[in-house]
Structure formats: structure tokens, C-alpha cells
């Protein structure tokens, strides 16, 4: 089973990117809408990328994120009945926060409205994961919340990677909203 991918984008589609390692094999790879909307995600980039394999009789499909946490999140709701890969990726086009506290609300209008997600699934994503989602989306949704773009900007023209970036804000204390405290903070601990 494929767990990792690192490599160069050599292609990019409406729903996938190809990724050449440097063994010189090329994986073609699922990617939610924010991946592939990312600000750094070009032809020629490199990219490191947590991946989900799914075997079916006829398939082998991968499925790749920026965060081990989104790839758990897509784990969770895959584990849902009438929730496969494909459906699980349209609803990882909304912003998982938001899906997240639709979930814990019990909110199935919010729900229904991600493309091909209707009444009775939306019932049974709450039924099956509200209030067993993994604490740490929760705290690292919360600190995205604090950390403005501007920051996450600065820190990126520094020369960070935007996914090395994000790996220590995850870790962010919730006390520390000032600017120059968060950028301290990410600095000591790169």
C-alpha cells in the first residue's frame, strides 16, 4: 500500500495531478479542489503528499493530501455507508471546518447542499461521526482561524513550504494571537 508520494507535478487535470518520484515513476493521483487550488501547486512544483490507496476488483485509485489530518478526515467519511472516495473528495471541496461544524450541529441542510450528498446520507454522516471526530481537526481549525493570511504570507516568502508551514501551526499554543508572537512561534519550532 502507497502511504506517501513525494515528487514533481508533471501533469495536472480537473480532478487529479501526476506526480513523478524520483525513481522516475509517475502516480496519477485524486486531489481535493483545495489541493489543486493551492497557491503552490504548479506544473514542475514538488510536492509531498499523504495518500490514501483504495482497491476495488477493477481499480487501484490513490488519493492524495496536504494534511495526515485531511487524509484522516477523508478516512472517516469514507467509512461511511454510501460514502466512497469520489463522493468523499466532492464533499472535501467544502471547507472541511465548515463540514466538520455542520456534522457536530447536526445541520443536513449544509450538508445536502455538497454535490451528490443527500438527506438520508447527510443523516447517517451525522449519526455515524458526530462528536467522534479526532480531536486534533478541531484544535487545528481553530488555530487556522487565528493565524491570518498575511502571516501564513510572510512565512512563505521566507522560503517555507506551504505544507512545512502548516505541520507547525498545527502545533500553535491557542494564547498566541499577536503576529509577531505566531511568527516567533514558528521560527523556534522549525
Not at 37 to 57: C, K, P, W
Not at 94 to 109: F, L, S, W
Not at 112 to 127: A, D
Not at 157 to 163: S, T
Amino acid at each position: 500500500m502507497i502511504g506517501y508520494l513525494k515528487g514533481k507535478i508533471v501533469h495536472m487535470e480537473a480532478r487529479t495531478i501526476t506526480i513523478l518520484t524520483g525513481s522516475g515513476v509517475g502516480y496519477r493521483v485524486f486531489a481535493p479542489q483545495s489541493l489543486l487550488s493551492a497557491q503552490d501547486i504548479n506544473m514542475g512544483n514538488e510536492v509531498e503528499l499523504y495518500i490514501y490507496t483504495h482497491f476495488r476488483q477493477d481499480t487501484f485509485e490513490l488519493y492524495g493530501f496536504m494534511e495526515n489530518s485531511t487524509l484522516i478526515f477523508f478516512e472517516s467519511l469514507i467509512s461511511i455507508n454510501g460514502v466512497g472516495p469520489k463522493l468523499a473528495m466532492d464533499i472535501l471541496a467544502a471547507p472541511i471546518h465548515k463540514v466538520q461544524e455542520a456534522i457536530q450541529a447536526e445541520d443536513t441542510r449544509f450538508l445536502q447542499s455538497i454535490k451528490g450528498l443527500g438527506k438520508k446520507t447527510s443523516e447517517r454522516m451525522i449519526l455515524e461521526l458526530k462528536g467522534k471526530l479526532p480531536k486534533f481537526l478541531h484544535d487545528r481549525d481553530e488555530n487556522t482561524v487565528q493565524v491570518s493570511d498575511d502571516i501564513i504570507e510572510a512565512l512563505l516568502n521566507l522560503g517555507y513550504k506551504r505544507r512545512h508551514v502548516d505541520l507547525v501551526l498545527e502545533k500553535l499554543p491557542a494564547d498566541l494571537e499577536a503576529a509577531e508572537d505566531i511568527i516567533k512561534f514558528f521560527l523556534q519550532n522549525v
